[in-house]
């Protein structure tokens, strides 16, 4: 039987597009409130683009330390104290490691692991207070793999798989799940534009059922994870990757 979030309060980072709008999406379908928060202002009108009544947006640059404090106080004010937090606001910026320039290098720790270290302790708080969360980081397959021009992206995904498994031990017996979700390719604006052309050919031919992933697939299980069903996992980092990562 499908999960039902109905009465459920969602709160997911980078839901302006791809993979955190999709999440959004389904989880509004199946009677969720979503909260969404971004960097793009497009998001002060997510209500209009899901599906229900009662969603949220908030524009914040979460590479702002204080920002993930700012949005989960906004988002407990407006619409409840949330059960579910997805992280999926990030960025991937490529360049061979020996021409990173130390600013794309800040930026991409600053959003794929602080902001969503930041975010994760100011929902978190709120969710130990309420003896209940689920916690769900956007990682990759670059946490586990290397990926050629994708130190930064590399590093900074499997640091939100180390952080993960700190936060799951810490807050088990609390309530609160946290689970990292790792993708392949999944064909949003991001992976489109990293892995455009033949470069993007010759991804697909590495990975064992020969395509890329949709984000409709990452929400399935993400959805499953941010589910009552789910209560006995934790500190776990699900691969979604077409068996990318076992060749
Ligand atoms: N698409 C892929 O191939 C792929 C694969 C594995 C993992 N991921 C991860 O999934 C997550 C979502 O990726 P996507 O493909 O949906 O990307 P996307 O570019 O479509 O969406 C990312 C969203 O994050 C927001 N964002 C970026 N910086 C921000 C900031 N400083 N503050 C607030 N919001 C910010 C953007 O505005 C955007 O709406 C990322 O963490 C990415 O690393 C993506």
């Not at 999440?23 to 909260?35: C, D, K, N, P, S």
């Not at 936060?167 to 390719?185: D, F, I, K, M, Q």
């Amino acid at each position: 039987m499908e999960a039902t979030f109905a009465g459920k309060i969602a709160v997911i980072t980078g839901a302006a597009s791809g993979i955190g709008f999709t999440v959004a999406h389904h989880l509004a379908e199946r009677g969720a409130r979503i909260v969404g928060v971004d960097l793009n202002e497009s998001i002060r009108d997510i209500g209009d683009r899901l599906p229900g009544t009662g969603h949220h947006g908030i524009v914040q640059n979460l590479t702002v330390p204080t920002a993930a404090a700012e949005a989960i106080d906004e988002a407990v004010r407006v619409v409840g104290t949330p059960h579910i937090l997805v992280n999926s606001a990030g960025l991937a910026l490529l360049d061979p490691a020996v021409d990173v320039p130390a600013d794309r290098w800040q930026l991409t720790i600053d959003i794929n692991l602080s902001g969503t270290f930041y975010m994760a302790q100011a929902a978190g708080r709120v969710m130990l207070e309420a003896g209940y969360g689920r916690i769900i980081n956007l990682a990759s397959q670059a946490a586990v793999i290397g990926l050629d021009q994708h130190a930064a992206y590399c590093a900074s995904k499997a640091a939100v798989v180390g952080l993960t498994q700190v936060l799951s031990l810490e807050w088990a017996r609390g309530g609160v799940t946290v689970n990292a979700v790792s993708p392949t390719v999944v064909e949003t604006p991001l992976g489109k534009a990293a892995w455009a052309g033949e470069r993007g050919e010759r991804a697909k031919a590495e990975i064992p059922v020969g395509r890329f992933a949709q984000p409709e697939e990452v929400a399935a299980l993400i959805a499953f994870l941010a589910g009552d069903d789910a209560s006995m996992i934790t500190g776990s980092n699900y691969l979604i990757d077409g068996g990318r990562t076992t060749v």
